[in-house]
């Protein structure tokens, strides 16, 4: 039920109070009061939006009791009933208790109602705006957590642990040099084969820099022809070149204040390696047909798979630009550079597919890893995305084995098996012709025992299950002593035999 507006009237002359409260009655709930204290207790327990007070009471003048309404209450409307219209009297009135209105003696009821309801009105709008305010000031703040949620979402998306790798990869050291540049806000050049993900490290980079919070843009620079990768970086104008059916602003310029990343930067034209320097130089950009200049605040990180410096060298890239573009050089490790990381790699990847294509697989036979481990891998990463993606569709249980791989990752590991076996022979003979020559026996023993563990293992095609029960041996024996010696797949054992 809607309550009508609540009005108090305060007179020391009861008559008074009673013709007001009649001509109020009919639109309003009317409160009264024929002195400061009870006016003060409806007030303190009644919803009160508009105040009429009789200026001449015995004990507290209108004014002094509308002051104080004015600092307890403020939002209320005081309207002042008086027999004296002295200028001097209603501006000092004003002043100190902030009166809405006069009201002069003898009063028409039209003026008392008018005036009710106008101060009833503006306290509803009043009340309005504030509500309207808060819920603003409620929806910047939810809006803004929102953001830093989203963006703190997105940071987590692109920080350095994305990079999967195995302890002590030759990958986390490249990490950790990248963590430490990323908050200099110099430029980075990236350098690595296809796939080995330097796209992912320049997002890492960016979000783990001062700029995160600004956009991050990529362009391959090698994907697209001299003119639209102008336009694209620079922006146009309407109708400068046949197509430029509109405006576009370039991506220099949306990404001001952040970071842009030029993929591929090897492979730009030497005219347009005279634009990105020339911006590089100046901070400033000017968009294709346009005479005007802006100029912006962008980080630039580019990577290439080229030999840049050779590149240099070769008079094909400007020594200048390259300078320009690398404070620092960051090598992406090839992913046969870094074996011990597939399996790992090769797991997260799988959890995200099948996560991804709502098929549930755990994970690989050891057989498979073992192939995975022995390939090459010239695609690199995407390139074992693309293959997990293949067995993902082609299983049927619920681990992938080494017959789902495509059959030259099986042949390419097959070759490295027999080449890693016949090195294992040859070590094996010279070991056992080694072996009885000094030492200790227990350091002779174990030499011996590591050499025949590795020869079983090639043999079995590192299927350990096979090892264990030709040697006799339980899994986790088997596992035991491979972890002492250290023997793993790629032949040498870490430990000092
Ligand atoms: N260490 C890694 N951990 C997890 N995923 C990776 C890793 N390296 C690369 N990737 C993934 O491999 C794919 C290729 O990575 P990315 O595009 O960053 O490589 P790139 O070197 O920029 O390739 P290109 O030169 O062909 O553009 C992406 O899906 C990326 O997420």
């Known amino acids: 039920m809607n309550r009508r507006p609540a009005i108090l009237v305060v007179d020391d002359e009861p008559r008074s109070v009673e013709v007001i409260a009649r001509v109020l009655d009919e639109e309003f709930d009317v409160f009264t009061a024929l002195n400061a204290d009870e006016a003060r207790r409806i007030l303190e327990n009644e919803w009160i939006q508009v105040i009429f007070c009789d200026q001449r009471m015995p004990h507290t003048s209108g004014v002094a009791l509308l002051t104080e309404v004015r600092e307890r209450w403020p939002d209320i409307l005081r309207i002042i009933v008086t027999g004296y219209t002295e200028p001097q009297d209603m501006i000092g009135a004003i002043n100190e208790a902030g009166i809405y209105q006069f009201i002069p003696k003898p009063w028409h009821p039209d003026q008392l109602l008018l005036a009710a309801r ?62 430490q540049v990323a908050t200099f806000d110099v430029p980075v050049l990236v350098h690595g084969e296809t796939g080995t993900g330097k796209e992912l490290l320049a997002r890492a980079i960016h979000y783990s820099s001062l700029r995160s919070d600004r956009p991050f843009f990529a362009v391959n620079c090698g994907a697209i022809p001299d003119e639209l990768l102008e336009s694209e ?104 550079e870094r074996r011990p990381d597939i399996p790992v790699l090769a797991q997260s990847i799988l959890d995200a ?29 995407r390139e074992l995305q693309n293959e997990i993606t293949r067995m993902l569709v082609l299983a049927e249980r619920d681990t992938l084995s080494a017959d789902l791989l495509s059959p030259h990752v099986v042949r390419a590991a097959a070759a490295e098996t027999r080449a890693v076996e016949t090195r294992a022979s040859e070590a094996g003979a010279s070991q056992a012709i080694s072996l009885p020559d000094g030492g200790p026996l227990k350091e002779r023993v174990e030499r011996m025992e590591a050499t025949i563990l590795t020869e079983t293992l090639v043999r079995c095609r590192w299927n350990k299950s096979r090892a264990a029960e030709e040697l006799g041996l339980s899994r986790v024996g088997l596992r035991a002593k491979l972890d002492r010696y250290g023997i793993s797949r790629g032949g040498a054992f870490s430990k000092s035999h």
């Open 353 to 381: 597919l099948s996560a991804h294509h709502g098929k549930r697989v755990k994970g690989f036979t050891e057989e498979a890893l073992a192939c995975m481990q022995a390939y090459d891998w010239p695609g690199n990463v």
């Open 233 to 336: 970086l620079f922006g146009h104008k309407k109708g400068s070149f046949t197509g430029a059916h509109v405006t576009r602003i370039g991506l220099l310029d949306q990404a001001d204040g952040g970071t842009i990343f030029l993929d591929e930067i090897g492979d730009v034209s030497p005219a347009f390696q005279v634009k990105l320097l020339r911006f590089l130089q100046e901070g400033e950009i000017r968009p294709v047909g346009s005479n005007e200049s802006k100029r912006v605040n962008v980080r630039v990180l580019a990577a290439t798979h080229r030999d840049l410096y050779g590149e240099v060298g070769r008079g094909r890239f400007r020594e200048d630009l390259y300078y320009r573009l690398c404070a620092m050089v960051l090598t992406l490790p090839a992913l046969r």
């Open 118 to 179: 106008n101060a009833a009105h503006l306290f509803q709008l009043q009340r309005d705006h504030e509500r309207l305010n808060l819920e603003m000031k409620l929806t910047a703040v939810t809006a803004e957590a929102r953001l830093g949620a989203q963006q703190a979402r997105v940071k987590q998306n692109f920080h350095f642990d994305t990079l999967i790798r195995a302890p002590g990869s030759a990958l986390s050291a490249v990490c950790l040099r990248a963590a």
